[in-house]
């Protein structure tokens, strides 16, 4: 055996002993490197509301992982509880809210939605006999697009008393933390104390051995899915209640990071080991990571890099584990339980004692004098919202402002992280570019309990209070869009609209706009409408597939200039002849094609202007001056005769 070799090794009680405590707890070594690294670059890290906001960030990835886990320990994979998280939220939003469904019965039908995808998983890959990648993947789409067909595209709000469970309890203690722990204490029961539990490692360390035994693998996989489903349905309600509303969108991607948490704390692809204590410890690493390289304003971007750089360097240090011959974690493993207890109370204490010191780093140093604001912006992948960037930075630069950009991924989630990470690190003021106006609420009510200002730029936020909103009107955008190619087509011909991103509020705003401006035009037949995503890729393939179907449109109305210039690749040398294409945003790649005449028109609103006039009105809030709670960008359509005049 590796161990007793290693055991045995003359005079190497002390170096040896210290490097096996290492190797087998690499994950909790990991965070503990992590925290005091945070510690020692950011001040703003080590405060109760930003710790307090790491547990809050991790909860729904920790839940999700904990099903993860059991399916990964038996040789699995799921790909789909981030789709069925979203699904769970929804039917609980939509029994409850649009038929009037008990609460607590509209919960139980959630996670019984859960439990149904997974045991249709467990029933696909057991008997169907799918890989469980297959599987897992064809319910990620299902149970997506499920989601957006109950809810038609939008949030659907929540009840109140579903709503609390993203409050705290006795004002300090948010709820999703509480959820976590609970969850985790009963997925550390299953794994360990049950027959289930016990299954799942016999059958990842090796099926056939297992059914040989006499352990109906089959059934077993059932039921390793199908609480796989339960912890997505619970991880889908607390998401859910923390944006106060079900978004058919939410937990997009998240699969991925729940199947890193599990990794990262120490759990093998291959199945047969791993444990919720190491799971939980590899969600919190990506939670500190995630907030940390917000606070030191690390670019989204990068921050995905470091990521995917944690998680490979997680699978090779799995490998260097079992090289060196580290204990593996094998089920019903009582024996060392009270040494590993040991060793968690240890490395708290060393953690506390090397934190602590590293704080005295940021007593008494100056502060910078700039006023100091936090710009969340829905996505970066947009060129619109890198002109709101642009615009930003250039006056925050001329002001003398600090200015901390983040890109939320249109992820109202990853939003509502970002702006608890400004509002513990007590920014001067916020800036918000909502991925969806209701579920920025929850944090702009604690930005606004924290006494910091919040300004709202492109898109309001609902039922919260913020100092202003500065935007264009997308509706009369929308309106003026719907206009321009009728007026242009003589109130006579067929039209298609590309729709942008379902659940976002600039995507139904516009369509509205597109609706209402129509009304004035009954010889204009609109032959199909599909979104699109504000995606230039999606919208060639979409304006594509329509062509198929209708070879004699005369005209596009697309919700952004990317899936309006994707149309136009779709038209070729139809467009600005014989079709008429009009977008909406002024970026610079559709004002190019303005003058190029491919692009008939574009709804411009002037983004660089919204960037500059938030940041000058966030200064005013920030100084306590007087703020106008609406401030209007006129849009303006942007044609061929007057693109040269236009500045953007």
Known sequence: MATDTLKSTPGASGASGLRRLLLDNGALTALIVLVIAMSALSGDFLTTDNLLNVGVQAAVTAILAFGVTFVIVSAGIDLSVGSVAALSATVLAWTATSHG??????????????????????????????????????????????????????????????????????????????????????????????????????????????????????????????????????????????????????????????????????????????????????????????????????????????????????????????????????????????????????AAVVTVAIVGATSFLHNGSSSSSNPKMGLSLSTLNNPFFVQIRAGAQAEAKKLGIDLTVTDAQNDASQQANQLQNFTSSSVGAIIVNPVDSDAASNSVKAADKAKIPVIAVDRGVNNAQTEALVASDNVAGGELAAQTVAEKLGGKGKIVILQGQAGTSAARERAQGFANGLKAYPGIQVVAQQPADFDRTKGLDVMSNLLQAHPDVQGVIAANDEMALGAIKALGSKAGKSVSVVGFDGTPDGLNAVKGGSLYASVAQQPTQLGKIAVDNALKAFQGKKVEQMVKVPVKVVTKENVAGFGG
């Open 101 to 346: 469904v008990p609460v607590f019965i509209a919960v139980l039908l959630a996670v019984a939605t859960g439990i149904a995808a997974g045991l249709v998983n467990g029933f696909l890959i057991a008997y169907g006999k799918l890989p469980p990648f297959i599987a897992t993947l064809a319910m990620l789409s299902v149970a997506r697009g499920l989601s957006l067909v109950i809810s038609e595209g939008s949030p659907i709000a929540l009840p109140d008393s579903v709503s609390h469970l993203g409050d705290t309890l006795g004002g300090w203690l948010p709820v999703p933390v509480l959820v976590m722990i609970v969850m985790g204490l009963i997925a550390a029961f299953v794994l360990g104390r049950t027959y289930i539990g016990r299954s799942m490692y016999a059958i990842g360390g090796n099926e056939e051995a297992a059914r040989l035994s006499g352990l109906r693998v089959k059934k077993q996989k059932l039921a390793i899915y199908a609480l796989s489903g339960v912890f997505a349905a619970v991880a889908g309600v607390v998401l859910a209640a923390r944006l106060s509303s079900a978004q058919p969108q939410a937990a997009d991607g998240y699969e991925l990071d729940a199947i890193a948490a599990v990794v990262i704390g120490g759990a093998s692809l291959a199945g047969g080991t791993g444990k919720a204590s190491g799971t939980l410890i590899g969600a919190l690493i990506l939670a500190v990571l995630r907030n940390g390289l917000n606070l030191l304003n690390v670019s989204a971007f990068w921050q995905q890099v470091v990521i995917g750089v944690v998680i490979a360097l997680a699978v090779l240090f799995d490998t260097l584990r079992r090289k060196a011959g580290a204990t593996p974690v094998a089920a019903g493993t009582g024996g060392g339980k009270g040494k590993q207890a040991g060793t968690y109370a240890l």
